[in-house]
């Protein structure tokens, strides 16, 4: 089976930074993966060379087999930043930012069709946003603007999401929320990596998961990843990378 992500002897350099080194990864379909790290260890990094927004230094990454930008223009691949890279003072509704998850299927004219308006529809009922969905974006809460974003790559399609630091600044009932739903997104077929501080959150989560600290540390259940040795190895050390 082809892996969903694929990342060989990935290395990233910010300058005389090492911010990823000789990274290697397979995820495969339908799991939830949890990527843990100190800050600095690489974990957005390693999320935005995924996505092709950072240009590796050496090393590959295929998403179902194919090169990031191409997973873009499919529109097999939903990403959501932190809640920091996004401007919340853009004059958006919710519904905008979750129509933009369909802009791929709307060629040049960019006019919803029918079948767009459903998708958007249905996106934002499966994160219980239908009733906000003509608000602007910036007066959402902290927990309910990451759901939005999720119901972008609902409402896209993506096959792939990337989640960084979802969770943050969340209050529990929205996190639980947030984790229903990636649970429900891998029970059919799709693939999540997902950033995350919430070690208490992860065993819920994920399938699986990650510790990383400029490189692959290690790599398995929650529960053989979150042991006290790993964790040491993992939060006990200092990096000068940024994230």
């Given amino acids: 089976m082809t892996a969903a992500i694929a990342v060989d002897a990935l290395s990233v350099r910010y300058g005389e930074v090492v911010a990823l080194d000789d990274v290697h990864l397979d995820l495969q379909p339908g799991r939830v993966c949890a990527l843990i790290g100190m800050n600095g260890s690489g974990k957005s990094t390693l999320l935005k060379a995924i996505v092709g927004l950072v240009r590796p230094t050496h090393g590959t990454v295929l998403l ?18 932190q809640s920091e890279d996004v401007d919340w003072r853009f004059p958006v509704s919710v519904r905008d930012v979750v129509m933009m998850g369909r802009y791929g299927r709307q060629g040049f004219t960019r006019h919803p069709r029918a079948e767009d308006r459903a998708a958007v529809a249905e996106a934002l009922a499966r994160v219980d946003l239908t009733d906000l969905a003509d608000r602007q974006i910036g007066r959402l809460s902290g927990g309910q603007r990451k759901r939005a974003f999720v119901a972008r790559g609902i409402a896209q399609d993506a096959g792939i999401l990337l989640l960084d630091e979802p969770f943050a600044g969340v209050d529990k009932p929205s996190e639980g929320t947030i984790v229903r739903l990636l649970r429900d997104l891998a029970a059919e077929g799709r693939t999540v990596l997902v950033t995350t501080h919430d070690l208490a959150s992860v065993a819920a989560l994920a399938d699986e998961a990650v510790l990383l600290l400029q490189r692959v540390l290690v790599h398995g259940t929650p529960a053989e990843v979150l042991t006290p040795e790993n964790l040491s190895r993992a939060f006990g050390l200092e990096t000068g990378a940024d994230r």
Wanted: glycine share 12%; aromatic share 6%; net charge positive.
């Fill in 64 to 81: 179902d087999g194919e090169s990031p930008a191409r997973a873009r223009q499919r529109g097999t691949l939903a990403y959501v930043p």
